[in-house]
């Protein structure tokens, strides 16, 4: 150890990058009193020993004036509200290269000079600031770059769960844009950038983005509904994703109501709570169980005996060919999904409302009309009638994430 240290004094390092280099030695000491300890021994041992006076030959100093790069950090962050940060750095590749290459020669497996960097530049930010350094899940995100004295920062999102309802027709989940110019703006769009005027994402997310002073947003459902379909029942799970807010602090229940107040007799929602990047990953992998009343018109009458035979007869293994309607941006392939149980809720010879509960992934206006052959066993099939879809309502998600 004595001879190692000897070999990084001589090589002009500063007491801090000599303490970095045994940092698994003497714990519960800071690396630059660890250095400054070896030195003092050294020099008690050898009678004289090079004094760190000059820039040191691996950091450069970069451990100099700490508080005016923690000033750097304030300035640059004043306009944003958070409680939690965590701090990066870039530092040229020769001083990083430098440093591996003399580890490996003396066989010392020290403390990286970015991880003490950070570490020291978040003790000065924590006092500066009241806040508090977070390697978890941090509010914002520092860059500094030492070899320009930079900073950058990266706001994290802010998350909410809850469930919506959709209470009309026409209206999709999330910002579909324009086919024709792809949301650029166009003659087709009447220039808005979008193929709708609204929709759910966007209903949900106006006020938190005057609230919070987001950026962006982005809506993360637990599957969709159709366009033509409403969202009613229990509602579905999302996670809204505001992005680069500005502010960070909010009462939920009143968000809440001005969301529904704003959404009034489009959308509602309920359970809104703040959520995580980790739900979204919950959300998109669950494969819930979902309930559906479905009106279908006939092309002749049909009697009710033979209407129910023919519902029981969909109670089993559904074998899909991705459907026709959304061939276009779905692979075409066979998927097997389960109608767990349909059942005749009225009708009148020409016409019946149905219930439908089936396994997530199931194409319910195939089931009925049979998508020209594609779904099979089908309902058009069973009966020997054409069935048309006149409508469809999602009345039940059966999430386990709560």
């Given at each position: 150890m004595i001879e190692k240290a000897r070999a990084l004094i001589d090589m002009g390092m500063c007491d801090r990058c000599i303490g970095r280099f045994f940092s698994e030695r003497g714990h519960g000491i800071s690396n630059i009193d660890r250095g400054r300890a070896l030195r003092t021994y050294i020099a008690m041992l050898d009678g004289s020993v090079p004094d760190y006076r000059d820039s040191c030959k691996l950091c450069g100093d970069a451990f100099e004036n700490m508080e005016g790069k923690a000033e750097l950090l304030t300035d640059a962050s004043k306009e944003i509200e958070f409680s939690t940060f965590l701090i990066g750095s870039r530092f040229d590749s020769e001083t990083l290269e430098k440093e591996k290459e003399i580890a490996e020669k003396l066989g010392l497996n020290g403390e990286s000079i970015k991880v003490e960097f950070n570490r020291s530049l978040g003790k000065i930010l924590e006092k500066k600031t009241e806040k508090a350094f977070s390697r978890e899940t941090p509010d914002i995100e520092f860059l500094y770059d030492v070899r320009y004295d930079d900073v950058k920062i990266q706001i994290n999102s802010v998350y909410i769960y809850g469930r919506y309802r959709k209470l009309v027709r026409g209206i999709p989940q999330t910002r579909w844009p324009?086919?024709?110019?792809?949301?650029?703006?166009?003659?087709?769009?009447?220039?808005?950038g979008k193929m709708y005027p609204e929709s759910v994402e966007e209903l949900v997310a106006h006020e938190f983005m005057e609230e919070l002073g987001g950026k962006e947003h982005a809506f993360h459902g637990m599957g969709r509904e159709d366009i033509d379909a409403r969202m009613l029942g229990n509602g579905r799970p999302f996670v809204l994703e505001i992005k680069e807010p500005k502010r960070r602090s909010f009462d939920i229940k009143d968000m809440e109501k001005r969301v529904n107040r704003f959404a009034s007799g489009k959308v509602e929602v309920s359970g809104l709570r703040l959520s995580s990047k980790e739900e979204i990953r919950e959300i998109k992998a669950s494969r819930a169980e979902k309930t559906y009343v479905v009106t279908v018109v006939f092309g002749s009458e049909v009697e009710e005996e033979k209407l129910k035979n023919?519902?029981?007869?969909?109670?089993?293994?559904?074998?899909?060919?991705?459907?026709?309607?959304?061939?276009?941006?779905?692979?075409?392939?066979?998927?097997?999904?389960?109608?767990?149980?349909?059942?005749?809720?009225?009708?009148?010879?020409?016409?019946?409302?149905?219930?439908?509960?089936?396994?997530?992934g199931l194409y319910i206006k195939e089931l009925m009309h049979g998508d020209e052959g594609r779904t099979n066993p089908s309902l058009s099939a069973a009966l020997g009638v054409k069935c048309a879809v006149e409508s469809l309502d999602v009345m039940g998600i059966d999430s386990k994430e709560e």
């Open positions: 324009c086919r024709y110019c792809h949301g650029k703006g166009c003659e087709h769009c009447n220039f808005t023919a519902l029981k007869m969909l109670e089993t293994d559904i074998e899909q060919r991705t459907p026709k309607r959304v061939a276009h941006r779905r692979a075409d392939k066979v998927r097997k999904r389960r109608a767990l149980s349909v059942k005749l809720l009225q009708s009148d010879g020409r016409q019946a409302s149905i219930e439908v509960r089936a396994e997530a």
